[in-house]
């Protein structure tokens, strides 16, 4: 039983309650209460000061309201919960406030009961004082509302108001009925309601951001009948081009038909032209879907209408409405009524928006939106035009200029106040001046974004006022975006007290969230030459409360003026070009951006460009750089640097321009770039930077790389990658990207950094390009990468499981244009670009389970996706005198499946090419069927070298199989490796399935040692299915000939090098198909070089063996070739194919082994 007690404080006696012989944690002070002062709807502040004695570790305590109610049956209520404190604290004092709701509404004397969480243990429950314990009211509901400047007669006693929200929730937004109307004498008016309503925000109290006062009743009504199904009526105009429809003033109650397409309570619907129409000044309550909905319709104006308590939108603007002015509307307290369960199938209402727009073609000028259930106004412009039923009608929408949209506000939306989205009307016009432009915006307590930018490409925003949002204004996949003249706050205390004071929702309502004034990106998200080139640039912006946000809500991870995005970063590396003019940001703490913060999630290298010094802590610069504060981006600018909070630096009198090299991830490790100032000899040590986030990420051929990026002024400069010892080393490849120039004068630009490399011993460190090819030795699958952006399982080390014995790497794939990678040395192909080099590679193709695959088809062309190809990627720069931008060139089936393949053995991808030379290049093995897993082991890329004596490479077919050799041509070409029969028991290709005379057997061959005046002698045996007629031009019955080809800086050439001369084809009815060809000028050293035989009928398959080509060597002592026919009829022809005919005979003159004899000659001079 509490006690009394008595003691002295500084002379003045102090009564006090004390309990002690405690056994329960409710063993405390208890009182009863009339239960008839707690009032409904209002804010009551709990206050006491408490002690204890009898343990050592700390106690909490909270209070508790318990009783019967008249609806929510017995409920224990705890409106206050007091902080953990301890003995040695003495007297603490607990205070808080509660609002009264239907939990309060006790039907008799509810019990007060502290509670305090001492469980028994070694030293029993605690002894508590307690003092100055009270319940006060603090405020309560209001009796009414006054409006300022406004006409009594104007509003009538029974009408209906609504007032919107004054929280970050729509849905505490407020109804009420006039009681009474009365004039003052400063000519406000004061609305008595019939029932009192929270305290609202007025304009008063916060100019700008006060609540809206709505009369909703009307003269005319028009009631959809409620059958408690959300069926009501609807209204629709429908079909009517061309008549101009006048609804005003009226009343709709209870409209629309839940979830059923084109159900609205007001449509206008595929009406066209309707000039002079007039949807003003009407109040739509408790609408079953939506308040206006305009579909196809045009150069409407919907004015001045009330939206409240609605199902799905409340403005719906479809794809093709355009040049409709929606002016002064209010949209409040979307609900969320539609679900993703009961929605109309291609409709998002369950969204519940206050203003839904898909066109740009409309203009919005003083709009309210105050309550979406997810956002106030939200764009989406899809890259298509969906009409009627959602049918394809037109063009990306995306492209198209927008119309007006100014003076618009949004407040207490669940999510984003303004959602923009997908605006692209840059790429049509390429004018800066054409862009979209947002006018005078305001956006206050919402849930989560003021505004949310995702894809605005050189957008504007000009003008207006953003507070309590969670972000001010977030940034997203946009780049070119200007924001001036606005006003950003953060948390107020108004605000602040108001929520607390109504028990109401707050900012920081997850503890993940963090709060800033500008959420922008870190990374540009479009890197073309044709687009904009930076990232933001903010003009006369004010910045202020975020440091009282921290102090409100200790939970929030981070409140900052101006913050970076985590999650558009795709190289661990700041470039969003960005500058500040005439910015001033107001925090206590002196934080602009917590770069330490910043640098944990990827930025670590953050340079904003402030024009004028008005970010300058000391006021004192002209202009400057705010940068990150480490030594490698201050460390070349002697005193001009000064360090300010968060981890940043502002660097006075500066520009700076940037230079960022892309690298090899791996080895890199310990790597830094070293610049060095030539004129000051000062140097600074930039570290590599990389972004991780799962093995898949890591290995990712397309990102994943390590950064290396300066920011420096004018001036001339060296730069090296050297190693933790200081050595000279070089990263695999380094990818030079120079930003657009700094809004300022004075920064680095392209050709001031001279590049130091380290020497390169081409002979030994080039002979095989692939690194980790061979299973024997590999422990790991580093460096090797993959082109899948999806899953988390990649490249995996498969022991034992390689062709002989050794570790294979093991690729999961799900598309066919995904494959395993590895970069390439660009030392080596920058020494060898243009020489000849050999791809080789051993692959198992297995389904999910590991079984072979079955659908793999060599023989289909590669675009069909039917068998793994090797594609080499190479970065180019659009203009090498800038070197900002760079795309991907690829160089497809540069090697493919030899033949013959059997899906339960190894299969060998082989091919040569000449090589490319780039910043960067990279092979990949793709294109296998979708599903398809790939099992790689000895890979190989070498140098192949030229032979005079044999250009022609597995000629007789040695290596058992089609290594070499593919298809001339198009189409599903079959070839096949036959063995044993060839010429003498020999092997063979055959190609089949031909639809054209030139798609047969040929090979690319390396020319490179061969000059122009040399003589090429090209020999093969060869025969079709069909016995062709040897001395015809009939392209039906002709015979195959053996032709070149050369590719030289796009000058192609196809010369007819070698033909059947005579009647008389070895046993099994081979030809001998040959001739000599002089090199030409423009086929030395040729980009490509390619035999392969044309003429024969298509729909024959076509026999090739024994194929030869090398070089005649001069011999001008003997310049006939094969005098005595020795070797039949090689290097001999005839003057006319169709003129004469050619057989070899036996014995030739003087008892020799062969002789020629031409017949069938129809003049003269055939011979």
Known sequence: IPTILEETVDGAVNKYWHIENRIWIGDSLRFHVNHQCFMLGSTYSISLRARFTGKTHPVTYWFEIKGDTATEGYKDNKPLYCPQQSAADGWVTCSGDFVVDENYDFTSSPEIVLVTQDENDSTGYVDWDFDDVSIKFKSGPAAGLEVGGSDAARWAVNSDVHITSSTLHGQDA???????????????????????????????????????????????KIIGEDDGTYNGGYLQVFHTPGVAQVIEGVEFFNMGQSSRKNRFAIQLLY??????????????????????????????????????????????FDRISADNMVIDNLASNMNNIINWNNRIDGWDDYDADGFAIW???????????????????????????????????????????????????????????????????????????????????????????????????????????????????????????????FVIQGQTELFKNYVTDNNSHKLCGHSSWTSEGIHMMGTLWRLGDQDP???????????????????????????????????????????????????????????????????????????????????????SASNGFLVTDQPYMTGLFGDSCKSTAGCMSYCAEICLGMVTFFTERFGTENYKLKVTDTASGLSIDIPGNVRTYNERWNTYAYDGQRTFAASLPAGNYTAEFVDEFGNTVWPTYAEEQW????????????????????????????????????????????????????????????????????????????????????????????????????????????DANGNPSTNIDPNREWWRNQAPIMTITDRQ???????????????????????????????HIHGIFKMPTSPRLWFELERAPDNVKFLLDNASLTPLTCNRDGLVRNGNLETNDSLYWDIWGGGDVVLDFLPGVGPNG?????????????????????????????????????????????????????????????DKDNVREYHRVGYITADTPDEGGWHHVHGIHIHSENGEKPDLAKLYFADANPNWDVYTADVKAYVLEQNCQALVENPDMEEKDLYWTYTDRDRSKVKVITPGAGGSGHALRLYDRDHSWRG
């Open 533 to 619: 080139g930076f990232g933001l640039r903010v003009k006369n912006v004010v910045l202020s409360g975020f440091d009282k946000l921290k102090e409100y809500y200790d939970n929030c991870p981070s409140t900052e003026p101006i913050g970076l995005s985590a999650d558009t970063h795709y190289g661990a590396h700041f470039d969003y070009k960005t500058s500040f003019e005439n910015v001033t940001v107001d925090d206590g703490r002196g934080i602009i951006l917590d770069g330490c913060r910043a640098s944990s999630y990827g930025y670590p290298d953050i340079a904003f460009n402030d024009i004028d010094g008005s970010l300058d802590p000391d006021k």
């Open 174 to 220: 407020q109804d009420g009925r006039v009681k009474a109307v009365s004039q003052k004498a400063n000519g406000n008016v004061v609305l008595e309601l019939e029932n009192p309503i929270t305290p609202v925000f007025s304009e008063k109290e916060t100019p700008g951001y006060g609540v809206e006062i709505a009369v909703t009743s009307r003269n005319i």
């Open 877 to 907: 720069y659009r203009d090498v005198s800038t070197k900002q931008h760079l795309y991907n060139a690829e160089h497809r089936n540069l090697a493919a499946l030899a033949r013959p393949y059997n899906n339960t053995e190894w299969g």
């Open 986 to 1046: 020999g092997n063979a290709l055959k190609s089949s399935s031909r639809v054209h005379h030139s798609w047969t057997q040929s090979q690319v061959l390396n020319t490179d040692c061969v000059n122009a005046g040399d003589r090429i002698a090209f020999s093969a045996k060869i025969k079709t299915s069909v016995d062709c007629l040897i001395y015809s031009w009939d392209s039906n019955q002709r015979c195959n000939d053996i032709f070149f080809h050369t």
């Open 359 to 485: 066109s740009p073609f409309n203009h919005f000028i003083g709009n309210v939106a105050a309550g979406g259930h997810k956002r106030g106004f939200r764009y989406y412009l899809d890259w298509r035009t969906l009409g009627e039923d959602l049918i394809n009608v037109g063009p990306n929408m995306r492209r198209n200029p927008i119309g007006t949209f100014k003076d618009n506000k949004a407040h207490s939306n669940f999510r984003q106040g303004f959602h923009l989205a997908d605006f692209e009307q840059f790429f049509q016009f390429r004018d800066p001046e054409n862009v979209p432009v947002f006018e005078n915006l305001s956006a206050y307590r919402n849930r989560e974004q003021g505004i949310y930018v995702m894809n605005c490409v050189h957008c504007e925003f000009n003008g207006g006022f953003l507070s309590d949002n969670q972000k001010g204004i977030e940034i997203r996949r946009s780049d070119g975006i200007t924001l001036q003249d």
């Open 739 to 846: 930003a657009q120039a700094a809004d300022c004068s004075g920064g680095v630009s392209i050709g001031d950094v001279t590049f130091i490399k380290p020497a390169l011993d081409a002979a030994t460190e080039c002979a095989d390009m692939i690194r980790n090819g061979d299973s024997a030795n590999r422990t790991e699958v580093t460096p090797w990468l993959h082109t899948k952006w999806y899953g988390e399982i990649v490249n995996e080390l498969k022991p034992g499981e390689g062709i002989d014995g050794g570790n294979a790497i093991a690729m999961d794939r799900t598309y066919h244009w995904t494959g395993i990678a590895q970069n390439l040395n660009s030392m080596c192909t920058d020494a060898r670009e243009g020489e000849w080099y050999e791809f080789s590679a051993w692959m198992k193709m297995t």
């Open 271 to 316: 009406n066209g032209n309707v000039e002079g129409t007039s949807i003003s000044s009407n109040s739509i309550r408790k609408s079953n879907m939506r308040c206006i909905s305009v579909d196809g319709t045009a150069n409407a104006t919907i004015a001045s209408n009330v939206g409240a308590g609605i199902a799905g939108h409340c403005f719906y």
